[in-house]
């Protein structure tokens, strides 16, 4: 038998502490973060998308099959895109993540229903490969996908992202009407319910909320970009007024147009929005102040989707005025 040393007793001593430690210790040593929750990429944008439902049923029994052609093709563009980028690219396969579904449904949201289908398609692969995954993909993005690929639309082919109907007449939008052209307003219900001509998700004011309901629900989002956003336009559209002071109508400005698709589907953006409760207020008034100035003196009648876009470019300075201070650090430059 093999006489064992003093040393090696001890060695083999504290080996065995060591594995006791670690069967029976209650600590677990680990990088940061330390708080996790159990909320996944996935689990959140499914719920993004089941939010999505009302606005979608909405869109399409207002503008019929038209409407669902383009929410399919801008899915299945986006799907398609991430898929065969990260494919080519050799990089880990995604789109079981919903995230491209979400920016396909946003997208078509903010497009209207008579835009050419191969237009949706390229708007589609705009978002997700130019925007989306050029950047890194998803959480390297520095603005909204679909907004930008909203914005490449509008500036490339602009009179078919301009041209609006309901029930296959071709016509202005509230918006339009009381930007430029003389006309009889629908009725605040017909609004709110969605009766009007528009993009196919920003018509059924009811719809978005019941879906952000769901959102604010299941702490997907918080109420600080929604409620300062909308807020901002209900005060300044109401003040200001597009025929002079104290003559603005803040009710109607806020259930027309993209306000509330943006302000509870896309302003509160994960990735685009800032980390702080201060600075999400920062940023919901930043957007407010800008789609009211767009809408009341700019030459194009809504301002929801470059606000959205401006502000989304400034959310690195907004996150470094307003980060707390780490403790520890006081004083030390």
Same mark, same amino acid.
């Given at each position: 038998?093999?006489?064992?040393?003093?040393?090696?007793?001890?060695?083999?001593?504290?080996?065995?502490?060591?594995?006791?430690?670690?069967?029976?210790?209650? !600590?677990? =040593?680990? +990088?940061? /973060?330390?708080?996790?929750?159990?909320? #996944? &990429?996935?689990? *959140?944008?499914?719920?993004?998308?089941?939010?999505?439902?009302?606005?979608?049923?909405?869109?399409?029994?207002?503008?019929?099959?038209?409407?669902?052609?383009?929410?399919?093709?801008?899915?299945?563009?986006?799907?398609?895109?991430?898929?065969?980028?990260?494919?080519?690219?050799?990089?880990?396969?995604?789109?079981?993540?919903?995230?491209?579904?979400?920016?396909?449904?946003?997208?078509?949201?903010?497009?209207?229903?008579?835009?050419?289908?191969?237009?949706?398609?390229?708007?589609?692969?705009?978002?997700?490969?130019?925007?989306?995954?050029?950047?890194?993909?998803?959480?390297?993005?520095?603005?909204?996908?679909?907004?930008?690929?909203?914005? !490449?639309? =509008?500036? +490339?082919? /602009?009179?078919?992202?301009?041209?609006? #109907? &309901?029930?296959? *007449?071709?016509?202005?939008?509230?918006?339009?009407?009381?930007?430029?052209?003389?006309?009889?307003?629908?009725?605040?219900?017909?609004?709110?319910?969605?009766?009007?001509?528009?993009?196919?998700?920003?018509?059924?004011?009811?719809?978005?909320?019941?879906?952000?309901?769901?959102?604010?629900?299941?702490?997907?989002?918080?109420?600080?970009?929604?409620?300062?956003?909308?807020?901002?336009?209900?005060?300044?559209?109401?003040?200001?007024?597009?025929?002079?002071?104290?003559?603005?109508?803040?009710?109607?400005?806020?259930?027309?147009?993209?306000?509330?698709?943006?302000?509870?589907?896309?302003?509160?953006?994960?990735?685009?929005?800032?980390?702080?409760?201060?600075?999400?207020?920062?940023?919901?008034?930043?957007?407010?102040?800008?789609?009211?100035? *767009?809408?009341?003196?700019?030459?194009?009648?809504?301002?929801?989707?470059?606000?959205?876009?401006?502000?989304?470019?400034?959310?690195?300075?907004?996150?470094?005025?307003?980060?707390?201070?780490?403790?520890?650090?006081?004083?030390?430059?």
């Amino acid at each position: 038998m093999t006489q064992v040393t003093k040393v090696e007793a001890a060695e083999i001593k504290n080996k065995e502490a060591d594995t006791s430690v670690k069967k029976n210790s209650i !600590f677990t =040593l680990s +990088s940061s /973060p330390h708080i996790r929750s159990n909320s #996944t &990429i996935q689990s *959140i944008m499914r719920d993004v998308t089941i939010a999505l439902v009302p606005a979608t049923l909405a869109g399409i029994y207002f503008f019929k099959l038209q409407a669902f052609l383009v929410i399919l093709v801008s899915i299945l563009s986006c799907v398609a895109s991430e898929f065969v980028w990260q494919k080519y690219t050799g990089r880990k396969v995604t789109v079981g993540d919903y995230s491209a579904v979400v920016t396909g449904l946003l997208l078509a949201f903010n497009v209207p229903p008579s835009l050419p289908l191969w237009m949706v398609a390229i708007g589609g692969v705009f978002a997700v490969i130019v925007v989306k995954q050029l950047f890194g993909g998803l959480g390297q993005n520095i603005v909204n996908p679909a907004l930008a690929a909203r914005a !490449f639309l =509008l500036a +490339s082919w /602009p009179v078919a992202m301009t041209t609006w #109907t &309901i029930d296959g *007449i071709t016509g202005a939008t509230p918006l339009g009407i009381l930007k430029n052209e003389p006309g009889a307003l629908p009725s605040l219900s017909s609004v709110f319910l969605g009766h009007i001509g528009g993009s196919i998700g920003e018509t059924s004011a009811i719809a978005l909320i019941i879906g952000a309901a769901y959102l604010l629900y299941k702490r997907i989002i918080t109420w600080h970009i929604p409620v300062t956003y909308i807020g901002t336009v209900l005060v300044l559209t109401t003040v200001i007024g597009r025929q002079g002071f104290m003559t603005g109508n803040g009710l109607y400005e806020i259930f027309t147009g993209g306000l509330m698709l943006g302000a509870f589907f896309m302003a509160t953006d994960y990735t685009t929005s800032p980390m702080t409760t201060k600075g999400q207020i920062i940023f919901g008034f930043g957007c407010g102040l800008l789609s009211t100035v *767009i809408r009341i003196f700019g030459g194009y009648p809504e301002g929801v989707s470059y606000s959205i876009l401006i502000m989304n470019l400034a959310v690195p300075l907004i996150d470094k005025y307003t980060a707390p201070r780490v403790f520890g650090t006081q004083g030390v430059k």
